[in-house]
Nanobody, 126 residues
Framework: QVQLVESGGGSVQAGGSLRLSCTAS????????MGWFRQAPGEEREGISC????????YYADSVKGRFTISRDNAKNTLYLQMNNLKPEETAMYFC???????????????????WGQGTQVTVSS
């Protein structure tokens, strides 16, 4: 079955950087819009960045714009999220998602993607 496996989470001090990766299996990666959500305890899930399945268009939530960069390597079936200048309030579980032929900003609203990973924890200390 389809699997999305995140890695790269961890603990970092405020102002630091992390690079998340998400490796997909059992799907045609190039046919999927890909994106990242996060959820902190007691908070609502937030779509933070996603990108179109083919044309490279990207979406960023205002909260991460200018600090986070989403990218994908279709040859490696891998999605990335480079996170710079991290803030303590960004401590959360980060989830990789995939949406078949999805639009570039599918993560910006209430749309639920086709597949979710198990998540990777990011902890930012002050």
């Amino acid at each position: 079955q389809v699997q999305l496996v995140e890695s790269g989470g961890g603990s970092v001090q405020a102002g630091g950087s992390l690079r998340l990766s998400c490796t997909a299996s059992e799907l045609t990666f190039g046919d999927y819009a890909m994106g990242w959500f996060r959820q902190a305890p007691g908070e609502e899930r937030e779509g933070i960045s996603c990108m179109h399945w083919s044309n490279g268009d990207t979406y960023y939530a205002d909260s991460v714009k200018g600090r986070f960069t989403i990218s994908r390597d279709n040859a490696k079936n891998t999605l990335y999220l480079q996170m710079n200048n991290l803030k303590p309030e960004e401590t959360a579980m980060y989830f990789c998602t995939a949406d078949h032929f999805g639009v570039y900003d599918y993560c910006s609203g209430s749309w639920s993607p086709d597949y979710w990973g198990q998540g990777t924890q990011v902890t930012v200390s002050s």
